[in-house]
Protein backbone atom coordinates (compact mmCIF):
# COMPACT_ATOMS: atom_id res chain seq x y z
CA UNK A 1 0.00 0.00 0.00
CA UNK A 2 1.37 3.62 -1.17
CA UNK A 3 -0.67 5.69 1.49
CA UNK A 4 -3.43 7.80 1.12
CA UNK A 5 -4.47 8.70 -2.33
CA UNK A 6 -6.45 11.55 -3.32
CA UNK A 7 -7.74 12.75 -6.77
CA UNK A 8 -7.41 14.98 -8.30
CA UNK A 9 -4.39 16.88 -6.93
CA UNK A 10 -5.31 20.06 -8.95
CA UNK A 11 -8.62 21.64 -9.57
CA UNK A 12 -9.65 25.32 -11.35
CA UNK A 13 -13.34 25.98 -10.99
CA UNK A 14 -15.62 28.81 -11.90
CA UNK A 15 -17.62 30.21 -9.02
CA UNK A 16 -20.85 28.83 -8.66
CA UNK A 17 -20.05 25.39 -9.94
CA UNK A 18 -19.92 21.66 -7.81
CA UNK A 19 -17.03 20.04 -7.36
CA UNK A 20 -16.05 16.52 -6.35
CA UNK A 21 -12.93 15.12 -4.66
CA UNK A 22 -12.05 11.84 -3.76
CA UNK A 23 -9.61 9.92 -1.40
CA UNK A 24 -8.53 6.41 -0.75
CA UNK A 25 -7.25 5.79 2.79
CA UNK A 26 -4.72 2.64 3.84
CA UNK A 27 -6.26 0.03 2.90
CA UNK A 28 -6.75 -1.46 6.79
CA UNK A 29 -7.78 1.88 8.36
CA UNK A 30 -11.23 2.87 9.35
CA UNK A 31 -10.72 6.23 10.29
CA UNK A 32 -10.69 8.55 8.00
CA UNK A 33 -10.92 13.00 8.14
CA UNK A 34 -10.97 15.69 6.02
CA UNK A 35 -9.47 18.80 6.66
CA UNK A 36 -8.91 22.33 4.69
CA UNK A 37 -5.70 24.14 4.60
CA UNK A 38 -5.39 28.15 3.68
CA UNK A 39 -1.81 29.82 3.20
CA UNK A 40 -0.29 30.04 6.12
CA UNK A 41 -2.50 28.10 8.17
CA UNK A 42 -2.40 25.08 9.95
CA UNK A 43 -5.06 22.12 8.42
CA UNK A 44 -8.37 22.98 9.93
CA UNK A 45 -10.65 19.89 10.71
CA UNK A 46 -13.93 19.47 8.32
CA UNK A 47 -15.22 15.80 9.24
CA UNK A 48 -14.51 12.49 10.55
CA UNK A 49 -15.57 8.87 9.42
CA UNK A 50 -15.03 5.59 11.67
CA UNK A 51 -15.79 3.05 8.75
CA UNK A 52 -18.92 4.32 6.97
CA UNK A 53 -20.60 6.54 9.88
CA UNK A 54 -20.05 10.19 9.73
CA UNK A 55 -19.45 10.83 13.04
CA UNK A 56 -18.01 14.27 13.55
CA UNK A 57 -18.61 17.78 11.69
CA UNK A 58 -17.02 21.01 12.37
CA UNK A 59 -18.81 24.36 11.97
CA UNK A 60 -16.64 24.79 8.90
CA UNK A 61 -18.49 22.14 6.86
CA UNK A 62 -21.55 24.27 5.99
CA UNK A 63 -24.51 22.76 4.28
CA UNK A 64 -22.96 23.40 0.62
CA UNK A 65 -20.27 20.93 1.73
CA UNK A 66 -21.21 17.08 1.81
CA UNK A 67 -19.22 14.31 2.75
CA UNK A 68 -19.55 10.14 2.26
CA UNK A 69 -17.91 7.12 3.10
CA UNK A 70 -20.09 3.94 0.96
CA UNK A 71 -18.71 1.01 2.42
CA UNK A 72 -16.04 2.32 4.48
CA UNK A 73 -14.08 2.44 1.93
CA UNK A 74 -13.38 5.59 0.06
CA UNK A 75 -14.62 8.78 0.60
CA UNK A 76 -15.67 11.87 -1.36
CA UNK A 77 -16.70 15.70 -0.28
CA UNK A 78 -18.42 17.48 -2.95
CA UNK A 79 -18.87 21.44 -2.46
CA UNK A 80 -21.99 22.78 -4.08
CA UNK A 81 -22.38 26.60 -5.53
CA UNK A 82 -18.62 27.07 -5.21
CA UNK A 83 -17.28 30.44 -3.89
CA UNK A 84 -13.91 32.29 -4.11
CA UNK A 85 -13.34 31.43 -0.32
CA UNK A 86 -13.27 28.08 -0.99
CA UNK A 87 -10.31 28.01 -2.53
CA UNK A 88 -7.80 26.10 -0.29
CA UNK A 89 -5.69 22.76 -0.21
CA UNK A 90 -8.36 19.53 0.84
CA UNK A 91 -6.43 17.05 2.76
CA UNK A 92 -7.47 13.66 3.64
CA UNK A 93 -5.91 11.80 6.39
CA UNK A 94 -6.56 7.83 7.93
CA UNK A 95 -5.35 5.81 11.20
CA UNK A 96 -6.14 2.70 12.16
CA UNK A 97 -7.06 2.99 15.40
CA UNK A 98 -7.69 6.67 17.72
CA UNK A 99 -4.32 6.71 19.13
CA UNK A 100 -2.60 6.00 16.17
CA UNK A 101 -0.71 8.01 13.86
CA UNK A 102 -2.47 10.00 11.27
CA UNK A 103 -1.52 9.34 7.66
CA UNK A 104 -2.34 12.18 4.90
CA UNK A 105 -2.51 12.65 1.51
CA UNK A 106 -0.48 14.97 -0.92
CA UNK A 107 -3.87 17.11 -0.72
CA UNK A 108 -6.10 18.63 -3.31
CA UNK A 109 -5.73 21.87 -4.45
CA UNK A 110 -8.64 23.82 -5.17
CA UNK A 111 -9.22 27.53 -7.00
CA UNK A 112 -12.24 28.84 -7.73
CA UNK A 113 -11.94 32.13 -9.95
CA UNK B 1 -11.99 25.51 23.00
CA UNK B 2 -8.33 23.82 22.03
CA UNK B 3 -5.72 26.48 20.71
CA UNK B 4 -2.36 25.28 19.93
CA UNK B 5 0.60 27.93 19.25
CA UNK B 6 4.02 27.13 17.82
CA UNK B 7 6.81 29.49 17.81
CA UNK B 8 9.01 30.75 16.37
CA UNK B 9 6.59 31.74 12.74
CA UNK B 10 10.09 31.02 10.97
CA UNK B 11 13.93 29.99 11.85
CA UNK B 12 16.92 29.72 9.81
CA UNK B 13 20.16 28.27 10.67
CA UNK B 14 23.33 27.24 9.46
CA UNK B 15 23.93 23.23 8.73
CA UNK B 16 24.58 21.21 11.83
CA UNK B 17 23.11 23.43 14.31
CA UNK B 18 21.07 21.57 16.50
CA UNK B 19 17.31 23.18 17.15
CA UNK B 20 14.41 22.95 19.14
CA UNK B 21 10.71 23.98 17.88
CA UNK B 22 8.40 24.77 20.48
CA UNK B 23 4.28 24.48 20.92
CA UNK B 24 2.18 25.05 23.33
CA UNK B 25 -1.67 24.12 23.29
CA UNK B 26 -4.45 25.95 25.78
CA UNK B 27 -6.67 22.58 27.43
CA UNK B 28 -4.41 19.65 29.00
CA UNK B 29 -6.98 17.31 28.26
CA UNK B 30 -5.13 15.33 25.30
CA UNK B 31 -5.37 12.52 23.84
CA UNK B 32 -1.82 12.61 22.00
CA UNK B 33 0.25 15.10 20.18
CA UNK B 34 1.58 14.63 16.77
CA UNK B 35 4.61 16.07 15.26
CA UNK B 36 4.73 16.52 11.01
CA UNK B 37 6.57 17.97 8.43
CA UNK B 38 5.16 19.66 4.96
CA UNK B 39 7.10 20.73 2.12
CA UNK B 40 5.54 23.41 -0.23
CA UNK B 41 2.52 22.61 -2.08
CA UNK B 42 2.53 18.76 -0.47
CA UNK B 43 0.80 17.03 2.46
CA UNK B 44 1.98 16.37 5.67
CA UNK B 45 4.61 13.59 6.62
CA UNK B 46 3.73 12.17 10.06
CA UNK B 47 7.25 12.77 11.99
CA UNK B 48 5.83 11.88 15.34
CA UNK B 49 3.40 10.45 18.17
CA UNK B 50 3.54 10.98 21.62
CA UNK B 51 0.67 9.52 23.90
CA UNK B 52 -0.78 11.86 26.57
CA UNK B 53 1.18 9.18 29.01
CA UNK B 54 3.94 9.52 27.57
CA UNK B 55 7.01 12.09 27.95
CA UNK B 56 9.14 11.65 24.78
CA UNK B 57 9.57 9.99 21.43
CA UNK B 58 12.69 9.21 19.48
CA UNK B 59 13.48 8.64 15.80
CA UNK B 60 16.84 9.32 14.49
CA UNK B 61 17.65 12.44 14.58
CA UNK B 62 14.22 14.06 15.92
CA UNK B 63 13.15 13.86 19.61
CA UNK B 64 9.83 14.96 21.01
CA UNK B 65 8.84 15.60 24.62
CA UNK B 66 5.72 16.75 26.09
CA UNK B 67 4.42 18.15 29.19
CA UNK B 68 1.14 18.00 29.86
CA UNK B 69 0.07 20.03 32.87
CA UNK B 70 2.02 22.70 31.39
CA UNK B 71 0.65 22.28 28.09
CA UNK B 72 3.65 22.15 26.00
CA UNK B 73 6.07 20.42 23.35
CA UNK B 74 8.92 20.52 22.25
CA UNK B 75 10.87 18.93 18.59
CA UNK B 76 14.40 18.80 19.08
CA UNK B 77 16.39 18.73 15.22
CA UNK B 78 19.78 16.96 15.89
CA UNK B 79 22.76 17.79 13.30
CA UNK B 80 19.81 20.02 10.67
CA UNK B 81 20.61 19.36 6.94
CA UNK B 82 19.24 21.53 3.75
CA UNK B 83 17.05 17.89 3.92
CA UNK B 84 15.43 19.56 6.98
CA UNK B 85 13.91 22.53 5.70
CA UNK B 86 10.24 22.52 5.61
CA UNK B 87 7.77 23.70 7.63
CA UNK B 88 6.63 21.72 11.08
CA UNK B 89 3.30 21.40 12.51
CA UNK B 90 2.00 20.56 15.97
CA UNK B 91 -1.63 19.12 16.35
CA UNK B 92 -3.28 18.18 19.48
CA UNK B 93 -5.40 15.34 19.46
CA UNK B 94 -8.65 15.81 21.82
CA UNK B 95 -9.61 14.28 24.66
CA UNK B 96 -13.03 15.03 23.88
CA UNK B 97 -12.73 15.12 19.81
CA UNK B 98 -12.10 12.52 17.02
CA UNK B 99 -10.41 15.79 15.36
CA UNK B 100 -6.50 17.21 15.09
CA UNK B 101 -6.23 20.83 15.99
CA UNK B 102 -2.94 22.08 14.19
CA UNK B 103 -0.64 25.14 14.82
CA UNK B 104 0.36 27.32 11.90
CA UNK B 105 3.79 25.64 11.81
CA UNK B 106 7.10 26.78 11.89
CA UNK B 107 9.28 27.38 9.02
CA UNK B 108 12.51 25.94 8.74
CA UNK B 109 15.42 26.91 6.84
CA UNK B 110 18.87 25.20 7.06
CA UNK B 111 21.42 27.09 5.07
CA UNK B 112 24.40 25.38 3.64
Known amino acids: DTGVSQDPRHKITKRGQNVTFRCDPISEHNRLYWYRQTLGQGPEFLTYFQNEAQLEKSRLLSDRFSAERPKGSFSTLEIQRTEQGDSAMYLCASSFERNTEAFFGQGTRLTVV | KQEVTQIPAALSVPEGENLVLNCSFT??????LQWFRQDPGKGLTSLLLIQSSQREQTSGRLNASLDKSSGRSTLYIAASQPGDSATYLCAVGGAGSYQLTFGKGTKLSVIP
Open chain 2, 27 to 32: DSAIYN
